[in-house]
């Protein structure tokens, strides 16, 4: 059965910088773009950044420009969000979404993310 784990959120300063990893199992990964999105309670989920399925290209929110970086290595069947000078009003659960284009849609469970002093 395919799924998406995501690690490596956690507590962090503002101005600090997490990590996150989404493991995938169960797919062809290489041929999925992927995503990765984030959600505050109460709030609709946002896109955060997408990276093509050969990781050539990437888009990302106005909101984390030059500051979050999103890569993929297919070797490993993983993908990652670098997040860098983190702000308090990027706490949130961040989720992991792979799609295909013939509209295969699976996300992970999320991961939580909480940047305060």
């Known amino acids: 059965q395919a799924q998406l784990v995501e690690s490596g959120g956690g507590l962090v300063q503002p101005g600090g910088s997490l990590s996150l990893s989404c493991a995938a199992s169960?797919?062809?990964?290489?041929?999925?773009?992927m995503y990765w999105y984030r959600q505050v309670s109460g709030k609709e989920r946002e896109m955060v950044a997408v990276?093509?399925?050969?990781?050539?290209?990437?888009n990302y929110a106005d909101s984390v420009k030059g500051r979050f970086t999103i890569s993929r290595d297919n070797a490993k069947n993983a993908a990652y969000l670098l997040m860098n000078n983190l702000k308090p009003e990027d706490t949130a659960v961040y989720y992991c979404?792979?799609?295909?284009?013939?509209?295969?849609?699976?996300w992970g469970r999320g991961t939580q993310v909480t940047v305060s002093s």
């Open positions: 169960g797919l062809a990964f290489s041929y999925y773009t």
């Open positions: 990276i093509s399925s050969s990781g050539g290209s990437t």
């Open positions: 979404r792979a799609t295909s284009e013939d509209a295969y849609d699976l």
